[in-house]
């Protein structure tokens, strides 16, 4: 095996590599990103440090995960080419900018952690399921924590009650229980992400797996049991004996990047019941012989998780009108909607209203 086939290389790269036609230019290598800062990137087997040019940030920037071509230019090395994704975890950018933000690239399982703690949260669970199901890999619920929890078993049926059947493991990384479930998805070139909120414990399992501090860890505040943001950057690690894992900043805020097709894989459940609504284009709101209602007055369908559902579509409907008309035209119209309402009030003002 060589140094690129332990990082996750395999044909479908190679492929993609040679369709370039790039490997005949003198000083041109190949690498995996492991870490990005600014308009740089961190890049083995070679473990250089490599230049951004504008030209490949507006292409689209590397991600950690990426696969890239590289060019030595005495003294630096400058990112040539970002190679198509297999796979990649994304969310909306913080604030009003409709635009994507790529978690983790080339990856073959996302890992959603969540502590059995203050983090346990079943609708936050919903929206991390939402966000791992349009990544094309393969998602799987970890439940940190299992020492710090009452009745772990109580709290992983209720995460199985709504991850539609995505697998749910209890762990704890810091007495290090439980973790040969995690080894068993660990294997060579397999490269695994992991998601969830500040504190739950995601650098301290790879700590663990790597058996030794390669992540830097803290306690959480007992007040509030809210982490305290010791990763402050994505970073690719290589487990010993086989597998990578990708360590992400806790997520305080999740903004969507799905669509419905997303929602749809994480609210199976009721993905199914629509199936037999009346009307094709049902809101599952107020139309009659809606089984998504009927599902609620029956108590079949929890309340709280259908309220879930409701917020999330919303949200991705908006996201989608914004994606299609473009955020810059979304942005003009409201500015120009305030400033209609604000030349009425002036008029209003003026004739004494």
Known sequence: MTELDALGWNEEFQQAYDELGLSKIEGISLGRVVKTT?????VLPSDITANIPSRVKDEGAPAVGDWVVYKHMDPVDVIVKVLPRKSN???????????????????????????????FNLRKL?????MAAGSGAVPVVILNKADMAENPEEMAGQAESVSSGVPVHTISALEQD???????????????????????????????????????????REDDSKGRHTTTHRELVKI??????IDNPGIREIQLWADETDLDEAFSDIAE????????????????KCKVLEAIENGDLDQARYDN?????????????????????????????????????????????
């Not at 600014?38 to 961190?42: A, D, V």
């Not at 010993?240 to 894992?245: D, F, K, S, V």
């Not at 989608?320 to 400033?339: C, L, M």
């Open 89 to 119: 975890l994304s969310r909306k950018v913080a604030g009003r900018k409709t635009a994507e933000q790529v978690v983790a690239a080339n990856i073959d399982i996302v890992f959603i952690v969540m502590g059995m703690d203050g983090d």
């Open 309 to 353: 559902y409701i917020k999330m579509r919303a949200e991705i409907a908006n996201l989608q009108a914004r994606r299609e008309k473009g955020g810059d035209a979304v942005k003009r119209e409201r500015w120009k909607w305030i400033a209609h309402a604000a030349q009425n009030y002036r008029k209003y003002k003026r004739e004494g209203r």
């Open 178 to 220: 439980g973790l040969e479930v995690i080894t068993d998805y660990l294997g060579q070139g397999v490269t695994i992400a992991l998601i969830g909120a500040s504190g739950v414990g995601k650098s301290t399992l790879i700590n663990a797996l790597c058996g030794d501090e390669v992540l830097k860890t803290a306690c959480v």
């Open 126 to 130: 919903e929206r991390l399921l939402t």
């Open 240 to 245: 010993p004996g086989g597998g990578l894992l």
């Open 38 to 42: 600014g308009g740089t990137c961190t």
């Open 273 to 288: 019941l629509a199936q037999g609504c009346k009307f094709n284009d049902c809101s599952h709101t107020s139309e009659p």
